[in-house]
């Protein structure tokens, strides 16, 4: 039987922001807590896509110690990866083939081009995945600077906290953009 749970890409800043879920007295937007209800919601209902040379699962563990026992929601969250990777209803093993600082996989467009290499293997893993997964993204303003053209490239981005990372657009780059009318200014809904 086919696995029909939704398939979602999850980028490392959605579990280290979930981290800090109940531990600050500032969030944002709530968007610790957005993060926190997301991982939630995929363990119990969705499927994270990782790839099979271990680039994803390699930087969340790079980033998030689910063995050091500290708490937090996103160290619960990698650890549980960890420990389905091979449970094919909770996480699905993608292949990536690695092209220079890249991969094969990721989109071939002149739009997408100069995007942090480090975060190819998230636009890879849903390309690969014939663009059905959504990409869960947290805080980081450089995927706003392209979300125009992840959109023409039929890449799915779920912004968790849209205005943090517009504002965190603005620093970066110094510079208002548009709001997708999609959105209206909410987050989207994992």
């Known amino acids: ?42 363990k119990k209902e969705g499927v ?9 699962l390699s930087e969340y563990l790079k980033n998030l110690d689910p063995y050091s026992g500290q708490e937090g929601i996103g160290h619960e969250f ?9 449970d094919s209803d909770k996480v699905c093993i993608v292949p990536l083939k ?8 990721y989109p071939n467009d002149s739009n997408l081009a100069k995007f942090d290499e480090d975060d190819h293997k998230f636009i890879a893993l849903a390309n690969a995945c014939n663009k059905t997964p959504v990409i869960l993204q947290a805080t980081d303003g450089e995927w706003w600077k392209y979300k125009d053209a992840f959109k023409q490239a039929g890449i799915k981005i779920c912004f968790l906290c849209p205005d943090v990372i517009e504002e965190n657009y603005k620093q970066k780059y110094g510079k208002k953009q548009k709001t997708p009318k999609t959105s209206g200014r909410k987050a989207h809904r994992v």
């Open 98 to 105: 690695p092209k220079q600082r890249s991969y094969h996989e």
């Open 1 to 42: 039987m086919k696995n029909s749970r939704k398939k979602y890409v999850v980028d490392t800043n959605v579990p280290m922001t979930a981290n800090m879920a109940g531990t600050r007295g500032d969030d944002p937007a709530g968007c610790t807590y957005k993060c926190a209800e997301s991982i939630a919601k995929i």
């Open 78 to 86: 990698v650890k549980w990866v960890h420990d389905h990777k091979y």
């Open 48 to 56: 994270v896509i990782l790839d099979d040379g271990d680039d994803v």
